[in-house]
């Protein structure tokens, strides 16, 4: 089992007092115990964290930190940027050699082929859904059917669920 986080980092040069930086833990006991994985450095905020992340088929763990998406494919040892996505970065979803990626801004990227390449689209674009502004959570069945959530401007003021068929 894989965690993943931030740590808070006192640092008295800040205007707040800390800073935060990305943490990643693995366990393999059940969360007994754990031990630290290296992380990406990513340089891109002084508040870092891992938001999320998954695996492709082949094994290769992707991590989305605030601006960017970042993939090891030797536990942690090496990461490499994979995908800015545009924005900030709320959402990550893997299947497969399928990856999707969500930003604030209507921003989407997807990969068929486990991130060596990418294709960038507005929300519009992909899922027919006018009301979806920001994708947050992502999830592709092994049926091939993709399930995204995320805000929406709809006569509710809630967020929304939509469903892509393979």
């Known amino acids: 089992m894989w965690l993943a986080g931030q740590r808070k980092v006192t640092d008295p ?9 990305a943490v990643l833990v693995r366990t393999t006991d059940g969360g ?3 031990k630290a994985a290296s992380v990406a450095t990513t340089r891109m905020t002084d ?14 763990l992707f991590a989305s930190y605030s601006y960017g998406v970042f993939v090891t494919r030797d536990e942690g040892k090496t990461w ?8 900030e970065i709320l959402g990550l979803g893997c299947s497969g050699q399928e990856l999707l990626v969500g930003a604030r801004n209507r921003n989407f990227r997807h990969s ?3 991130g060596a390449t990418w294709t960038s689209n507005d ?7 006018p009301q979806l ?11 091939g059917e993709t399930y995204v959530g995320g ?11 939509v469903r892509r068929a393979p």
């Open 47 to 60: 508040n870092e964290e891992i938001r999320n992340l998954c695996f492709t088929a082949s094994g290769a």
């Open 80 to 87: 490499s940027r994979s995908v800015d996505a545009g924005g």
């Open 112 to 114: 068929v082929d486990e």
């Open 32 to 34: 007994k115990s754990g």
């Open 123 to 129: 929300l519009d674009g992909v899922w027919k859904e």
């Open 151 to 161: 805000e929406a401007y709809n006569r509710h003021g809630a967020g929304t669920l």
């Open 133 to 143: 502004f920001t994708l947050q959570a992502m999830f592709v069945a092994d049926t």
């Open 13 to 21: 040069k800040s205007r707040i007092g800390y800073h935060t930086t």
